[in-house]
């Protein structure tokens, strides 16, 4: 027989893998799924820059972990963000993919990277933010047609690889 702290532990630990939500706020549960820096940088890895293996991530330059990149990985797949698929033509490679849960976060991180280029200075260019500005439902569209079609096209080029162009400078701050 079981004494009573022992079932009083494993049903706390069982209720902490429900998942339970600290409150019923759309934003605070949408940042218990994807809003942790790392997990926001693979989606935009995903929608944006072409990127789809394990070793594409590594190799993306933002120095993730290996461990916390195979953390977030397996969580945005559990909330149903991202989908592993083996590669047909090597079974050992598995490529992500966003779901259509992930592509809606689209207008999220254009209006994320805006803002940031806005009021932070980034390797993004002016110009390239300010049209951006400007097209925001053709990038959007664009961004949505690229993952339809399954296009591994990057989206928006690599920030801070202006060719020698200055780095922008935020437009205002407060």
Same mark, same amino acid.
């Given at each position: 027989? %079981? &004494?009573?702290?022992?079932?009083?532990?494993?049903?706390?630990?069982? =209720?902490?893998?429900?998942?339970? =939500?600290?409150?019923?706020?759309?934003v &605070?549960?949408? +940042?218990?799924?994807?809003?942790?820096r790392w &997990?926001?940088?693979?989606?935009?890895?995903?929608?944006?820059?072409?990127l =789809?293996?394990?070793?594409d991530?590594?190799?993306?330059?933002?120095?993730?972990?290996?461990n916390?990149?195979?953390?977030?990985? @397996?969580?945005? #797949?559990?909330?149903?963000i991202?989908?592993?698929?083996?590669?047909?033509?090597?079974?050992?490679?598995?490529?992500y993919?966003?779901? #259509?849960?992930?592509?809606?976060?689209?207008p999220?991180?254009?209006? +994320?990277?805006?803002w940031?280029?806005? %009021?932070?200075?980034?390797?993004?260019?002016?110009?390239?933010?300010?049209?951006?500005? @400007? @097209?925001?439902?053709?990038?959007?569209?664009?961004?949505?047609?690229?993952?339809a079609?399954r296009?591994?096209?990057?989206?928006?080029?690599?920030?801070?690889?202006?060719?020698?162009?200055? =780095?922008?400078k935020?437009?205002?701050?407060?």
């Amino acid at each position: 027989m %079981h &004494s009573a702290s022992y079932i009083v532990n494993v049903l706390a630990v069982l =209720r902490g893998c429900q998942s339970a =939500r600290r409150s019923r706020c759309p934003v &605070s549960i949408s +940042l218990e799924r994807f809003g942790d820096r790392w &997990s926001l940088l693979v989606i935009r890895d995903l929608m944006v820059r072409g990127l =789809r293996t394990f070793k594409d991530f590594q190799n993306s330059g933002e120095g993730i972990a290996t461990n916390i990149l195979a953390d977030r990985l @397996k969580r945005l #797949e559990g909330v149903g963000i991202i989908t592993a698929e083996v590669e047909q033509s090597d079974g050992r490679r598995v490529n992500y993919r966003l779901t #259509e849960k992930g592509i809606d976060l689209a207008p999220v991180l254009l209006e +994320l990277l805006i803002w940031g280029a806005r %009021h932070e200075e980034t390797g993004a260019s002016g110009e390239v933010i300010s049209d951006m500005e @400007k @097209k925001r439902a053709q990038i959007l569209s664009e961004a949505r047609r690229r993952w339809a079609e399954r296009d591994l096209t990057p989206l928006l080029p690599r920030f801070g690889d202006d060719n020698g162009r200055p =780095r922008a400078k935020p437009s205002r701050r407060k």
